[in-house]
């Protein structure tokens, strides 16, 4: 049982009644203290349960697909992660002390209406990664499926948009799964998490073993990674796009992991628990990625990276239920926690009193669909190379401001009532902070030549990269960097408007 209790210093608490607010409603309302019963390991299990998940799995063998070997891709992540981990760590200290979920706090720099420009971005990446991680659960029911029923993919085997029938029947029932989930509110994953994480951490366990024993030991697979080589390319060639990569795997949450940590017990409890779940998690389940997909070279003399794949090749009823489960729960505990819970407040913060949560979490698994998934991973290269670091862009800028003003301009402090006052402190007069859009501008506007080459070049990988291609590898970077200098620049002498206000 933990023992760790919240301490005034922790939080802030919201005293007035701002209930009739146009920016309020009961979802996007601080928490309350009693609210706060997130302990430690609630904190790691999310991280667990969102690390956990096939594309995590997969990642690795990109970047060995590309010319790594499988220590270089391991370092690649670990070092991404923990990247990423520290303004991950600096945003959900507003969302701890405050009880304020991500929208919400960047009123505060984005100002009342301005904020919807940051939290719409958020909620289109988070609509895509939707999309995609219900993409890869419904093929692996659509396997399970046709191994149990044998008619299941004769009977359905007429082709939708370049898809089997069967397929898209699976998917769409994945789909309805989670859409029932949604209605259940954000209290649940909490639960879901928790019990889901010993059974994905046992899981990728078990497939290490079988893999390691199949193929005559753990050594013997990680000599055979060499196979995965698919490009020749020097280590310091790939490292700055696999880093980024690494980075904007996870850059999404680094926005808005104060829709998490409004319920955690403590600031202790948030660092500590996102210190412990994050990059251990992601670089273990990588390497387990990388470790099973060399093994298969060596039982079945072909690589296969998509463990629904490797699942199609067991004969054994019982053991196909197992695999599925845990590919099941990978999938849903990863995209309610990470694609669900941000969009639905971003689209709630759009009409607080039109959009509840569950509203905005059934417009998320709309879009999901209409972003079309199974072309965002159509191959490895390009959801590295362009999905990944692309969006990587557009979230470092966006967390520069944000750190830039929670943490030098503020000094950590609030007026909570004034984020619910559509004339209040962080109004800016026209409800926008013009200071807050022009950095965010600006600073993307370097890596947005890159981006358009990557995107228009099969794979995502330029042949002959120019200065400006160079620049969009390290997208993540320098957006960041250039959205937390330009913001201070343009914000360090403001007098008179929010960055003076203090909490309340």
């Known amino acids: ?23 309020w409603n009961a979802d996007l309302a601080p928490t309350t203290i009693k609210e706060r019963t997130w302990s430690t390991w609630n904190i790691a299990a999310l991280w667990i349960g969102m690390s956990v998940v096939i594309t995590t799995y997969t990642l690795a063998g990109g970047f060995i697909e590309a010319g790594m070997n499988w220590w270089q891709a391991m370092v690649t992540i670990l070092l991404g992660n923990t990247i990423v981990l520290i303004p991950m760590i600096l945003n959900a200290h507003a969302g701890t002390k405050y009880g304020v979920s991500f929208p919400v706090l960047s009123r505060a720099a984005f100002g009342t209406k301005g904020a919807n420009i940051p939290a719409m971005l958020r909620a289109i990446v988070a609509c895509g990664w939707f999309g995609i991680q219900t993409w890869i659960g419904g093929t692996a029911i659509d396997v399970l499926l046709g191994y149990m029923f044998p008619a299941w993919n004769a009977a359905l085997s007429s082709v939708v948009l370049g898809v089997a029938l069967h397929t898209w029947v699976a998917f769409f029932l994945f789909w309805g799964i989670q859409v029932f989930i949604i209605l259940k509110g954000v209290e649940g994953i909490k639960y879901l998490e928790t019990w889901s994480a010993p059974l994905l951490l046992i899981g990728g366990l078990v497939v290490l073993a079988w893999a390691a024993w199949r193929a005559g030991g753990l050594g013997r697979v990680l000599t055979e990674s060499t196979t995965l080589q698919k490009q020749q390319n020097e280590f310091w060639t790939i490292f700055p796009g696999a880093l980024t990569a690494s980075v904007g795997y996870w850059a999404t949450l680094s926005l808005n992991i104060p829709d998490f940590t409004r319920y955690a017990r403590s600031q202790r409890s948030q660092m500590l628990g996102q210190a412990l779940g994050l990059p251990l998690t992601m670089t273990a389940f990588a390497f387990i ?58 689209f709630s913060n759009l009409n607080p009193r039109l959009i509840s949560y569950v509203t905005g979490g059934l417009i998320t698994a709309v879009i999901g669909i209409l972003m079309m998934p199974w072309k965002l991973m159509s191959s490895m290269s390009a959801y590295i190379f362009t999905w990944l670091i692309g969006y990587s862009g557009l979230m470092g800028a966006i967390a520069g401001i944000l750190i830039c003003d929670y943490w030098v301009l503020r000094k950590r402090r609030l007026d909570l009532a004034g984020l619910f006052d559509p004339n209040g402190p962080y109004s800016y007069g026209n409800g926008v902070n013009w200071r807050a859009v022009v950095a965010l501008v600006v600073s993307i506007a370097p890596v947005v030549p890159g981006f358009i080459r990557a995107a228009t070049t099969p794979n995502g990988q330029v042949s002959n990269p120019t200065f400006l291609d160079h620049l969009y590898t390290y997208a993540w970077f320098v957006t960041f960097g250039l959205g937390f200098v330009i913001y201070y620049a343009l914000s360090r002498d403001s007098k008179g408007d929010s960055l003076n206000a203090t909490h309340g």
Request: net charge negative.
């Open 289 to 346: 990625g990388v470790a099973v997909t060399s093994a298969t070279v060596l039982i079945y003399g072909v690589a296969i990276p998509n463990p629904v794949d490797l699942m199609a090749r067991f004969d054994n009823v019982l053991i196909i239920l197992f695999a599925t489960a845990v590919i099941f729960a990978a999938q849903l505990t990863t995209n309610m926690a990470a694609n669900v819970v941000s969009p639905s407040n971003d």
């Open 1 to 23: 049982m933990s023992t760790e209790s919240p301490t005034q210093r922790d939080f802030e608490e919201l005293h007035t009644d701002v209930s009739h607010s146009p920016l």
